[in-house]
C-alpha cells in the first residue's frame, strides 16, 4: 500500500486559489509503476471550510481493476467502488447516488484508492473538482 502524489498536491502547493467563490481545478497523474489494492493516489488538494461540488475522473490507465474516490475520511465519499480500465467514460459524483455535499473542518485531499488488486502499470489518471467556499 503507497501514497502516491500528482503534482496539484506536492509540497508547496496551496489548496483552493480564491477564498470566496468557486474555484475549478484540473489534476493530472502519470502512472509509471504498477498499483495495487490499497494505493492511494493524493490528486486536488481541498482547503478547509470548502464543499466539493463536482468531481469527475477520466481514468486511462492500462489494465483492470476498481477505485474509488473520495479523501481522508471516506475513500468513497465522490465515487464509490467502480470498474476502471483504459478508455471509460468520465467517472462523476452521479456514480455515488449517497452523495451529500460536504464541508471539510480541515484542509484535506480528494485521492483516489485503489479497491482491487490491479494491474495499472502505466497511464495516466485526470481530476476535475469544483470546490466552492463561502465568505
Not at 506536492?10 to 498499483?35: C, D, E, F, M, W
Not at 481541498?46 to 469527475?56: A, E, H, L
Request: aromatic share 6%.
Amino acid at each position: 500500500m503507497a501514497t502516491l502524489i500528482s503534482p496539484d498536491c506536492s509540497a508547496g502547493v496551496q489548496p483552493g486559489g480564491l477564498r470566496v467563490g468557486v474555484v475549478s481545478k484540473v489534476a493530472t497523474y502519470s502512472i509509471n509503476a504498477s498499483l495495487s489494492l490499497g494505493d492511494v493516489i493524493q490528486m486536488i488538494k481541498v482547503p478547509k471550510n470548502s464543499t466539493v461540488t463536482r468531481c469527475d475522473v477520466r481514468w486511462n490507465g492500462r489494465g483492470v481493476g476498481s477505485i474509488a474516490v473520495g479523501d481522508g475520511v471516506s475513500s468513497g465519499r465522490y465515487i464509490a467502488d467502480t470498474a476502471a480500465s483504459a478508455g471509460i467514460a468520465w467517472l462523476g459524483i452521479t456514480s455515488n447516488t449517497a452523495f451529500v455535499p460536504y464541508t471539510y473542518s480541515t484542509d484535506d485531499t480528494i485521492d483516489i484508492t485503489v479497491s482491487q488488486s490491479v494491474t495499472f502499470s502505466s497511464g495516466s489518471v485526470i481530476m476535475i473538482a469544483d470546490i466552492t467556499m463561502d465568505p
